[in-house]
């Protein structure tokens, strides 16, 4: 996964109503009607969350009579969660970096 994709799946994911929208598909399959009951919000504003869902990747969907349903896109997802683990801290604090040393070497030097 890159950086790029990681990054359009942070931003849709930096909204509440979405978040709670992978919650609720965490738990299954659901139709529109399930989720815009809900959250409890409208139409088009759901319709909206989820075409950020699915633009990203984290969300599939399909049609079936007037209502859409939907799921998590669980290999997407994984990956996801893949490189986000991978983040890890080096466990140095600052002064253990000596990046105060480094700071006022350059700083001596302009």
């Known amino acids: 996964m890159t950086r790029e994709e990681v990054a359009v799946i942070c931003k849709a994911m930096s909204d509440a109503n979405r ?13 529109g009607c399930c989720l815009l009951e809900e959250l ?10 989820m075409k950020v869902l699915l633009d ?3 969300v599939s969907s399909y049609k079936d009579g007037k209502w859409q349903h939907y799921s998590i896109n669980c290999e997407k997802f994984k990956e996801y969660k893949e ?6 801290c080096c466990g140095k604090t600052f002064e253990e970096n ?10 001596n030097k302009i």
Do not use: W
């Open 19 to 31: 978040l709670r929208i992978i919650e609720m598909l965490t738990q299954g399959e659901k139709c």
């Open 40 to 49: 409890q919000v409208t139409q088009p504003t759901l319709s909206h969350h």
């Open 56 to 58: 990203c990747g984290l």
């Open 83 to 88: 490189y986000i683990a991978a983040i890890t």
């Open 98 to 107: 000596n990046s105060r040393v480094c700071c006022e070497t350059k700083t």
